[in-house]
């Protein structure tokens, strides 16, 4: 969507504020208001005619200016434009700072990497290295395309003190790592997990902040652990997605197959988890839910797929694969739904021209910034 249509669009919805405003002004008063607000059409369309990117406070500092030069205006219409015209260059300023803060960050290239932070504080990144091995201590740990394993292992640790290493994905990323038990984890864009380098003897335990999907080596003797938030789940051997990622603050465990116990972090709650079913946590309160699992571990695959998700979720999504920031107009627009599946290759102009043909919104995209209008 070019800029004008941006512009014609924010200009109905200011005449709509107008319009709004001016309801319950009585009869007589009608007639001035009217006047005004024709004014304010052609005068705001005349600005920003002349608008350079993002210039909307210069633009609107200027109609204000003509504006206040008009005469014959009762005050009381007039206090009530100007609530309007105030309202309109706070939302725009806050929309100008929001773009310029975007765009000027930029995509830095460090935080586009996959780092592994070793017990030592020493942090290595994993892009782009293949066939490569890596020591902790006495521990050979093998990098190779998009996966770290440290289940070649063979030493059996003579220490006591469990020593962790912490895998961070970046937005727009993705990666897998094989744990020393043979548990293998995929972690989704933007996520974290924190692990030991070789499990105690009593228990495996790891921490999650973000997504991963879990494929958990069956040990009757040392269950499986995992710490996400307020949230912790434990299995014997299992398939599972978590997601700590929900813009709502819900956290999510979605079972595949075998059977996991599902808690919050005080083991006040507990639920029993068969496959096709999600464990749903917020604000200690813990349901369960009979899912279709595709819809949750699609990513693993390399697709998201969406059943009637808001557009604030999909957006949530979009941000930390593609490294995006959408901007929503108005809040309104945050819940439209959408239903689909789209491949995690695709371009963001792709996924958004897709979005469009079921929806009332429309996209722009400017640098790192997308507007939904």
């Known amino acids: 969507m070019e800029w004008e249509d941006i512009d014609r669009k924010a200009q109905r919805e200011l005449l709509q504020m107008i319009k709004e405003a001016t309801e319950d002004e009585e009869k007589e008063e009608m007639s001035e208001v009217e006047k005004h607000r024709l004014f304010f059409v052609d005068d705001l369309e005349n600005e920003w005619k002349k608008r350079r990117k993002y210039d909307y406070k210069k633009a609107f500092g200027k109609i204000r200016r003509a504006r206040y030069q008009r005469i014959g205006l009762r005050l009381g219409a007039a206090a009530c434009m100007l609530g ?9 300023r806050v929309y100008n700072e929001d773009v310029e803060a975007h765009l000027t960050e930029g995509r830095r290239e460090d935080s586009l990497q996959v780092v592994l932070r070793m017990s030592d504080g020493k942090q290595v990144v994993l892009n782009g290295q293949d066939s490569v091995s890596l020591r902790e201590d006495t521990w050979k740990i093998q990098v190779n395309k998009g996966k770290v394993d440290y289940s070649t292992q063979q030493q059996v640790s003579m220490d006591k003190k469990v020593k962790y290493n912490v895998l961070s994905v970046p937005v727009g990323g993705g990666y897998q790592v094989i744990l020393a038990d043979g548990t293998c984890v995929h ?28 494929d958990v080596v069956k040990d009757t003797e040392h269950p499986f652990v995992v710490k996400v938030g307020s949230m912790s789940v434990k299995v014997l051997g299992t398939r599972f997605n978590i997601n700590a990622h929900r813009v709502d603050g819900v956290y999510e465990t979605t079972l595949v197959d ?4 599902v808690s919050d972090r005080a083991v006040t709650k507990r639920v029993i988890l068969f496959p096709n079913q999600q464990a749903r946590l917020k604000d200690g309160h813990l349901s369960v839910y009979d899912v279709d699992v595709s819809l949750y571990t699609s990513w693993v695959d390399g697709k998201f797929y969406f059943e009637k998700e808001s557009l604030q979720e999909i957006a949530a999504q979009l941000e930390r694969w593609y490294g995006m920031h959408f901007f929503f107009v108005s809040e309104k627009l945050k819940q439209e739904k959408f239903t689909g599946v789209v491949l995690k290759n ?7 021209s897709i979005i469009e043909k079921t929806t009332n919104v429309k996209f722009s995209v400017e640098g790192q910034t997308v507007v939904v209008n």
């Open 84 to 92: 309007v015209m105030l309202g309109s260059v706070w939302m725009l």
């Open 187 to 214: 972690l989704n864009a933007g996520s974290e997990l924190k692990f030991p380098v070789t499990f105690s003897d009593s228990t495996r335990e790891v921490y999650l902040k973000g997504e991963a999907f879990f």
């Open 258 to 261: 075998g059977k996991v116990e």
């Open 346 to 352: 695709y371009t963001i102009e792709q996924i958004l």
